[in-house]
């Protein structure tokens, strides 16, 4: 049960900030759809498995965290994961600094964001699954090569 905790925990310090709300309505979100143009999380993840990294668990988040049009959760390797996809270049340079200042709230000590494209992939090892860096190693190399 300790590690569901964490997992939740982990997963909200990932995709919760103050700043992912701006500029929301109260009118209702339409359903979030992948953008053009850029890797799409499921591209992302099979990427990930056919390179021979275990993916288990993605699932799309809604709404979608940090200003991002589509985003997906879950692990690779045990490691948590949230790939998401961004509409602009703003929206993509908010959504990073988003999730590195939620990040920093939580004292992350083994994290990684970066984009490909409009597509970030936001890597965070708070359990210390992966202390030789070797999963997140292969996820960065594989996602840099979509």
Not at 37 to 53: I, K
Not at 76 to 83: E, F, H
Not at 116 to 141: L, N, W
């Amino acid at each position: 049960m300790h590690k569901r905790a964490l997992f939740l925990v982990v997963t909200l310090a990932l995709v919760s900030s103050p700043g992912c709300r701006k500029g929301a309505s109260s009118a209702p979100k339409a359903s979030a759809a992948h953008v053009p143009g850029t890797p799409h999380t499921d591209e992302t993840v099979a990427a990930w498995h056919n390179a021979g990294l275990a993916t288990e668990g993605f699932a799309p988040l809604q709404p979608p965290p940090n200003g991002a049009s589509y985003c997906e959760h879950g692990t690779v390797s045990g490691v948590d994961t949230v790939v998401c996809e961004y509409a602009t270049d703003d929206a993509l340079a908010s959504g990073i600094a988003q999730v590195k200042e939620g990040w920093a709230r939580v004292d992350v000590h083994t994290g990684v964001v970066l984009p490909t494209k409009h597509t970030t992939m936001a890597v965070v090892d708070r359990e210390r699954r992966e202390p030789s860096g070797k999963t997140i190693s292969q996820m960065v190399k594989v996602f840099r090569n979509l």
